[in-house]
């Protein structure tokens, strides 16, 4: 391994990183490696308490952020400056103090002693400068608005002033307890979403893409406009695995991008499919986004009432892309790909059969009442299992052989939810010395490895948005700033739900330019989402409506993340490959409207079958008639007073009234006898 860089040189999601060698290389490894087993262990053993154990997580964020970011982009990438050697280390040194000093910290609680006071402010200002090395200049700047907020809000006028409060009360809140920096997002962080993550990464290395891809292919490739429908459901697979829409774009978007330009798609059109379709991994069960687990433990709600709640959004989400390429290729004649160039589904399956038993097994889990870390642990630890065993198996001779090898595999891995985890450390110590052995088993050991250093890569962004977020929380705490925005969503909202609504969006999609998705849905959270439960919107929906426009934030411009990853694929302009994939994720903006007035879209209230059948039925019925007003086609083109009559018949469906559905029911009607009519009337002529 010569580089830690993301797998596209021309976008740098998360800032510009460093192509170390030699002796610097081999420390960043062993620190990631020393971050995954730090995690593995937490996970598996429980040997720390809570709050000593997200301090420590956040000091390996450091650690490794300083010494894989530099300054400035402009900066020297080839080497590691002393000073960034300096802060790593004070990062990961002082992470310790709640460790060394924790009964102490308990006992003098609320009263900071001045070397309490200095640690915490170091720390503070290393989240800062790590976040801004990350994620840029726009985090760091809407949190240190509010940590201001915190420090002299006293001085502002009206309702927006607080009671004063000092250094010592802020630095307090801040980092000494779990109101702040340490809060529930690095909890989550720290627990669920760092095995997530290594689970992907994990799954990735071990050839999950390629099997998405040729599944894909196999599937869809051959129908109208095969390349582009590859891109969705290729998409739509990864999200199951990775909840980073960007990294998605970044990995399947290699191959789908090209793939959709070879055959007659724009580059903007290409791009954004791409990107539109990677988005929706975040709301795609079972394991979707980081924000789903930050969400159950901020709810204090299973996570698998979560992802009940997102299964028909986001099946709709999908629906509406897959339903929009279909009209776009109408539109523009294309054809799809060749028998020849596309492989067999089963065929792929047969080969790679073994990596989709890790997701099915976590589905399982997750619905059978598991925690997601346990369902987490059990799933990379099957992943890891069926890696080794696949390189084992190779090497046996005979199919016999081969089926009572993974027979033995199998009842060895489901020994683990019986006996525990020393059970299954035993099984995969056992491969490890089976891999040296064999041939290919030390390439199959060294992917391990990098799927380990990639796991403690990819959690830096998340992890460090978590950790900076709860400067937020911790000022909106200690002042109670989120009840006065509240109150003024109440008033609007006393007159008009719609317009708390769309106020609500408006905020999320401001504050999602430059903020990723996390941050955006803990800063809504606090402050929207308790003003939107108090006007009779259920908990789960309030929560997913901010979540849903903290997504479309990262297709929006002009700071749209998603559609900058595709561009630096497709080469083609971001502004205008983010204004298409706001046209091809209509679906996003209206589903959550949707769920709103209808809870039973999200499974929520008192829902029926019935009534679900309804609303999904409702929701496919607009999604057609938005999709041939977006694209301007159906059976034929359209013309422009007939887009406006689809598009007043498909925003007749979005609400809840009975008057309302009928006129919806009634246009959608009279719009497709005419529209047949029409192209059979220009056929005979």
């Given at each position: 391994?010569?580089s830690?860089?993301?797998?596209?040189d021309e976008?740098?999601?998360h800032g510009?990183q460093?192509?170390?060698?030699?002796?610097?290389?081999?420390?960043?490894i062993?620190?990631?490696l020393?971050?995954?087993t730090?995690?593995?262990?937490?996970?598996?053993?429980s040997p720390?308490?809570?709050?000593?154990?997200?301090?420590?997580?956040v000091g390996f964020?450091?650690l490794?952020t300083f010494?894989?970011?530099?300054a400035?982009?402009s900066?020297?990438?080839?080497?590691?400056v002393?000073?960034?050697?300096?802060?790593?280390?004070?990062?990961?040194a002082?992470s310790?103090?709640?460790?060394?000093f924790e009964?102490?910290?308990?006992q003098?609680?609320g009263?900071?002693?001045?070397?309490?006071l200095?640690v915490?402010?170091i720390?503070?200002?290393?989240?800062?400068?790590?976040?801004r090395r990350?994620?840029?200049l726009?985090?760091p700047?809407?949190c240190?608005t509010?940590?201001?907020?915190g420090?002299f809000?006293?001085?502002?006028?009206g309702?927006?002033?607080?009671?004063?409060?000092?250094?010592?009360q802020?630095?307090?809140q801040?980092?000494?307890?779990?109101?702040?920096?340490l809060?529930?997002p690095?909890?989550v962080?720290?627990t669920?979403i760092f095995?997530?993550?290594?689970?992907g990464?994990?799954?990735?290395h071990?050839?999950?893409i390629?099997?998405?891809?040729?599944?894909a292919?196999?599937?869809?490739?051959?129908a109208?406009g095969?390349?582009?429908?590859?891109?969705?459901i290729s998409?739509?697979f990864?999200g199951t695995?990775?909840g980073?829409?960007?990294?998605n774009?970044?990995?399947?978007?290699?191959?789908?991008?090209?793939l959709?330009?070879?055959f007659?798609?724009?580059?903007i059109?290409?791009?954004?499919?791409?990107?539109?379709?990677?988005?929706?991994?975040?709301?795609?069960?079972?394991v979707?986004g980081?924000v789903?687990?930050?969400?159950a433990?901020?709810?204090?709600v299973?996570?698998?009432?979560?992802?009940?709640?997102?299964?028909?959004?986001?099946?709709?989400y999908y629906v509406?892309a897959?339903?929009i390429?279909?009209?776009?290729?109408?539109r523009?004649?294309?054809v799809g790909l060749p028998k020849?160039?596309c492989?067999?589904?089963?065929?792929a399956?047969?080969?790679?059969?073994?990596?989709v038993?890790?997701?099915?097994g976590?589905?399982g889990?997750?619905?059978?009442?598991f925690?997601?870390m346990?369902a987490?642990?059990?799933?990379l630890?099957?992943?890891?299992?069926?890696?080794l065993g696949?390189?084992?198996?190779?090497?046996?001779?005979?199919?016999?052989?081969?089926y009572?090898?993974?027979?033995?595999?199998g009842l060895?891995?489901?020994?683990f939810?019986?006996?525990g985890?020393y059970a299954?450390?035993a099984?995969?110590?056992?491969l490890v010395l089976?891999?040296?052995?064999?041939?290919?088993g030390?390439d199959?050991?060294r992917a391990?490895?990098l799927?380990l250093i990639?796991?403690?890569?990819?959690a830096l962004?998340v992890?460090?948005?978590c950790?900076v977020?709860g400067?937020?929380?911790?000022?909106?705490t200690?002042t109670?700033?989120?009840?006065s925005?509240a109150?003024?969503?109440?008033?609007v909202?006393?007159k008009?739900l719609f317009?708390?609504?769309f106020l609500t969006?408006?905020v999320?999609?401001?504050?999602g330019?430059?903020?990723?998705?996390i941050?955006?849905?803990?800063?809504t959270?606090s402050?929207a989402?308790?003003?939107?439960?108090?006007?009779?919107?259920?908990?789960?929906?309030s929560?997913?409506?901010?979540?849903?426009?903290g997504?479309?934030a990262?297709?929006?411009?002009?700071?749209?993340?998603?559609?900058f990853a595709?561009?630096?694929?497709a080469?083609a302009s971001?502004?205008?490959i983010?204004?298409?994939?706001?046209?091809?994720?209509?679906?996003?903006?209206v589903?959550?409207y949707?769920?709103?007035?209808?809870?039973?879209?999200m499974?929520q209230g008192?829902?029926?079958v019935?009534?679900?059948?309804?609303?999904?039925?409702?929701?496919?019925?607009?999604?057609?008639?938005?999709g041939a007003?977006a694209?301007?086609?159906l059976?034929?083109?359209?013309?422009?007073h007939?887009?406006?009559?689809t598009?007043?018949?498909?925003?007749?469906?979005?609400t809840?009234?009975?008057?309302s559905?009928?006129?919806?029911?009634?246009?959608?009607?009279?719009?497709v006898c005419w529209?047949?009519?029409?192209?059979?009337?220009l056929?005979?002529?």
């Amino acid at each position: 391994m010569t580089s830690l860089h993301t797998p596209a040189d021309e976008f740098q999601e998360h800032g510009a990183q460093r192509t170390l060698s030699g002796t610097a290389l081999k420390i960043v490894i062993g620190a990631a490696l020393t971050f995954s087993t730090y995690q593995l262990i937490v996970a598996g053993f429980s040997p720390l308490s809570s709050l000593t154990m997200r301090s420590l997580h956040v000091g390996f964020l450091l650690l490794l952020t300083f010494l894989m970011y530099p300054a400035l982009k402009s900066g020297k990438l080839t080497s590691i400056v002393w000073y960034d050697w300096l802060l790593a280390a004070a990062g990961f040194a002082l992470s310790f103090y709640h460790w060394i000093f924790e009964a102490d910290l308990i006992q003098r609680s609320g009263d900071p002693t001045t070397a309490d006071l200095v640690v915490g402010t170091i720390m503070v200002v290393l989240v800062f400068e790590a976040t801004r090395r990350i994620l840029g200049l726009a985090l760091p700047l809407v949190c240190g608005t509010f940590l201001l907020y915190g420090l002299f809000g006293q001085y502002l006028p009206g309702p927006l002033s607080h009671r004063a409060y000092g250094f010592d009360q802020i630095v307090n809140q801040l980092w000494l307890g779990t109101e702040g920096i340490l809060g529930i997002p690095v909890m989550v962080s720290a627990t669920y979403i760092f095995l997530f993550i290594l689970f992907g990464a994990f799954l990735e290395h071990a050839g999950m893409i390629k099997l998405f891809n040729s599944v894909a292919l196999g599937l869809v490739g051959r129908a109208k406009g095969g390349p582009a429908k590859v891109a969705v459901i290729s998409s739509g697979f990864m999200g199951t695995i990775s909840g980073s829409g960007v990294a998605n774009v970044l990995t399947v978007g290699q191959f789908t991008i090209p793939l959709m330009k070879r055959f007659g798609y724009s580059s903007i059109f290409a791009g954004a499919v791409e990107a539109t379709s990677s988005m929706g991994g975040q709301i795609m069960p079972p394991v979707m986004g980081a924000v789903a687990f930050i969400m159950a433990e901020t709810l204090n709600v299973p996570y698998v009432d979560i992802v009940k709640a997102a299964v028909i959004p986001a099946i709709l989400y999908y629906v509406t892309a897959f339903w929009i390429v279909h009209l776009e290729a109408g539109r523009m004649g294309l054809v799809g790909l060749p028998k020849d160039q596309c492989p067999s589904p089963v065929k792929a399956l047969k080969e790679s059969w073994y990596l989709v038993l890790p997701l099915a097994g976590l589905v399982g889990m997750l619905f059978h009442g598991f925690t997601p870390m346990f369902a987490g642990l059990t799933g990379l630890a099957l992943t890891v299992i069926l890696i080794l065993g696949a390189a084992v198996a190779a090497r046996l001779s005979g199919t016999a052989f081969r089926y009572v090898f993974w027979l033995a595999l199998g009842l060895a891995a489901a020994s683990f939810v019986e006996f525990g985890i020393y059970a299954i450390l035993a099984v995969i110590a056992l491969l490890v010395l089976l891999c040296f052995r064999v041939k290919g088993g030390r390439d199959t050991l060294r992917a391990v490895r990098l799927s380990l250093i990639d796991g403690a890569r990819q959690a830096l962004p998340v992890g460090v948005a978590c950790a900076v977020v709860g400067v937020i929380i911790g000022v909106l705490t200690l002042t109670g700033a989120a009840s006065s925005f509240a109150g003024f969503i109440l008033t609007v909202g006393e007159k008009s739900l719609f317009l708390s609504l769309f106020l609500t969006m408006i905020v999320c999609l401001i504050l999602g330019m430059g903020i990723p998705t996390i941050p955006n849905y803990i800063i809504t959270s606090s402050i929207a989402a308790p003003a939107l439960l108090s006007l009779g919107v259920p908990l789960i929906v309030s929560h997913m409506f901010v979540f849903y426009f903290g997504i479309m934030a990262d297709l929006t411009p002009p700071v749209a993340l998603a559609a900058f990853a595709a561009a630096s694929i497709a080469k083609a302009s971001p502004m205008r490959i983010g204004f298409k994939a706001t046209q091809i994720a209509i679906a996003g903006f209206v589903i959550p409207y949707m769920a709103v007035y209808t809870p039973a879209l999200m499974l929520q209230g008192h829902w029926t079958v019935v009534a679900v059948l309804y609303i999904v039925g409702k929701a496919l019925l607009a999604i057609a008639l938005w999709g041939a007003t977006a694209v301007g086609y159906l059976l034929a083109p359209l013309r422009i007073h007939e887009r406006v009559f689809t598009g007043v018949a498909a925003l007749m469906l979005v609400t809840a009234g009975t008057l309302s559905d009928q006129i919806g029911f009634v246009m959608a009607a009279i719009f497709v006898c005419w529209h047949v009519w029409q192209r059979r009337r220009l056929a005979v002529a």
